[in-house]
């Protein structure tokens, strides 16, 4: 309540300075605000420019991977085709001096001899299969008409000879023998330590020798037997029980080795698989259970053993190392071995066949 008209004047005065602070303050407040906000903006400015350097640089650096990475591909395609460039090069270079080469008169015995080297070659190989096939059919022909028992005891020599079931029973045994044997000195170690323990702990009592020659003493009336036996020593030490299995063991396999050496002799003297290897010779002219292949090649000089692949080599390393005439490998077909009444049918089938083609051969 107002008293006075002047009173309520002054307090609506008041009210409107009041409202003007206010209205300042909020002013000032809204001028904070802008600034505030336009540090923020700022900021995000520099927020916004950092991150976009840093995906300018991080492009810059992926780029230069990049570059380098298709640098590296060029050059390594680079030096790709100069190696393939270098060696085709070489190659034509070589296929040139070869066809000037060729055009001497060392050149033209060259060509010459290869033409006739290609010819030569595949028909000494196919002479070898030819002959390889002529014995593994005889072989196979004469496995079926050896008999069983024959087969049997010969493959059972290198056992008899061996005789390797009888060798490990004897080492068996004889490291049974010892193992006996270790415990044995086992038990003789315990006894003599508890024998000196006991003389070391009864030094000042009565033993028991003691004990009987008390007992013997007519004026004894201290003593008795039952004393004397509970002070009786036990017996330490080895028993006759312990003793034998080491024995035995070892006794096992010396018998052993002497029946193992026995039998070895026996199969050395035995002249049964002997005897019968012979006779297979004497039948088809070689052992078809030992023979694997060929005896011998199908020419008669064994200088030409392995001919065929010297001839090759020079086919092949002719153009690069041009061979004077006198260098070259001499060619010819080899004189095959003559048909004999001791090889198989099939075998002097195939050397009568290579005979008859070597006559057509001959001028």
């Known amino acids: 309540m107002f008293r006075t008209p ?27 605000t802008a600034r505030s906000t336009a540090q923020n903006t700022e900021l995000l400015k520099g927020i916004a420019f950092t991150s976009t350097a840093s995906m300018v640089f991080n492009g810059i650096t992926a780029a230069n991977t990049a570059r380098m990475a298709r640098t590296q591909d060029q050059q390594f395609a680079l030096q790709q085709e100069q190696h393939a460039l270098q060696q085709a090069i070489a190659e034509q270079t070589a296929r040139h001096e070869f066809s000037m080469w060729r055009q001497t008169p060392e050149g033209e015995a060259f060509v010459d001899w290869q033409r006739r080297a290609a010819i030569l070659i595949p028909f000494l190989r196919n002479r070898e299969r030819v002959w390889d096939a002529a014995w593994a059919g005889a072989i196979g022909r004469a496995l079926q008409e050896v008999p069983a028992d ?40 315990m006894g003599a330590l508890a024998g000196s323990a006991s003389q070391s702990a009864g030094s000042d009592r009565l033993t028991y020798e003691e004990c009987l020659e008390i007992l013997e003493d007519p004026d004894n009336v201290i003593m008795r037997e039952a004393d004397c036996e509970a002070i009786k020593p036990e017996a330490s030490g080895p028993t006759a029980g312990s003793v034998v299995p080491p024995a035995l063991f070892a006794g096992l396999g010396i018998a052993l080795l002497v029946v193992r050496k026995v039998r070895q002799r026996s ?32 020419h008669e000089s064994q200088g030409f053993i392995g001919y065929p692949d010297r001839i090759e080599h020079m086919v092949r390393s002719g153009p690069s190392q041009r061979p004077q005439p006198d260098q070259l490998v001499p060619l010819q077909v ?10 198989p049918a099939e075998v002097n089938g195939v050397l009568s066949t290579f005979q008859q083609e070597n006559e057509t051969f001959s001028p």
């Open 267 to 298: 199969a050395l003297a035995d002249p049964t698989v002997e005897n019968e290897s012979a006779a297979r010779i004497a039948t088809w002219g070689f052992d078809p259970l030992t023979t694997r292949g060929a005896w011998y090649p199908w």
């Open 150 to 189: 024959e087969r049997r005891r010969f493959a059972g020599r290198p056992a008899r000879l061996r005789q390797t079931g009888l060798k490990v029973a004897s080492i068996v045994c004889f490291a049974l023998a010892g193992l006996f044997a270790l415990m044995l000195l086992f038990q003789l170690a």
């Open 6 to 32: 002047k009173d309520h004047l002054r307090n609506i005065d008041n009210s409107t300075a009041k409202s003007a602070e206010h209205l300042k303050s909020i002013d000032q407040s809204a001028a904070s």
């Open 334 to 343: 080899p004189t095959p071995r003559s048909p004999s009444s001791g090889l």
